[in-house]
């Protein structure tokens, strides 16, 4: 079975590499292709996975090439993990945001909003030529902001691309260790769009254990998101949020905390990163240990500003594993050999949420089998997050607007309509300040 990877050069790509290499079953990727248009950090990574293999009999056979077509062709599944702009790209995105004084996070805000805009249309022609080149193939979507690249990807694949992410999966599985239960075995009511949804009950043997954590202010505030949110508003809401509707809840500190930070996110993994590459093509030095310690290093910073915002110290060390490579392991086991699970995954509605039309795609548990991913039916949302959720979908709907038609206006409209953006003059200036600086936009007019 081929998987080939767009953004092959990627940071991330060792990790679903190495869960390849524990999966040892018939039907296995025998054939991975990396897609990138840096030939140097290809090589980079094709050295660390080069050392992943090493000691692992008939590991998956590694490519790489900079012709995307050559990538597509034949493949049975796609992960696409593009950054377009790359990490200077991301580092512009919460520069311009925060010079005005709102959120740059790259999927949250405007930060997500200047990403959605120059990565929609390479997304569209990325679907457009496996729809002609690998008609058969499942596109897994990492890129971000990843609902909307999916919603994108959708209207040229169908259901045939699904968007993953690993918030939830580690939400859930925090929730269970807490309350002492095996994540496995539980199951997570949860729903919303992706960075934008909510924990309402978790399932164990068919007892909902939430309403448990929630009446113990001990329990509640030993976990991250109790430290994030503070057991008080958890316990107002009812339910826990993903991490990072932090943003959304706290947004005057974070802003706050971007501005007050020696570096931003996006410009603290830029340099990172740029010293990761130039020391995994040195021939004197192991690409592997220079890539573990820099995803240890990555990982330890995750949202530290929100987390120093809220007092949340540092990470726990369980929460330092990662976990999308393992989604995205099982959501292809699920399809390749028909292995039915379920799995929380960013896919088309179709009337799974009453509030959103059926094409908008949410983020959901959802059935997996040999036919793709199933939304499973899901309480309504309760009136705040049915709010938050429309609201942001509509925003997203301006940026597919926006990026099909090339309106410079619509781009404005989509700024000025996020909760997170307080003033249509701000959304302008915003506007304004990302065509400067990122030529992707150069197609709004």
Known sequence: MKLTILGGGGFRVPLVYGALLTDRAEGRVTEVVLHDLDDSRLYAVTRVLEEQASAVADAPRVTAT???????????????AIRVGGLEGRA?????????????QETVGAGGIAYGLRTVPVAVDIARRVARLAPDAWVINFTNPAGLVTEAMSRHLGDRVIGICDSPVGLGRRIARVLGADPNEAWIDYAGLNHLGWVRGLRIAGRDELPRLLADPGLLGSFEEGKLFGTDWLRSLGAIPNEYLHYYYFSREAVRAYQQAEQTRGAFLRDQQARFYEEARRADVSALDAWDRTRAEREATYMAEARETAGAGERDADDLSGGYEKVALALMRAIARDERTTLILNVRNQGTLSVLDPDAVIEVPCLVDANGAHPVAVDPLPGHAAGLVCAVKAVEREVLAAAESGSRATAVKAFALHPLVDSVNVARRLVEGYTQVHPGLAYLE
């Open 92 to 104: 512009n995105d919460e520069r311009v945001a925060l010079a005005e004084g709102v959120l740059g």
């Open 66 to 80: 900079t012709d995307l077509d050559e990538a597509l062709r034949g493949a049975d599944f796609v992960f696409s």
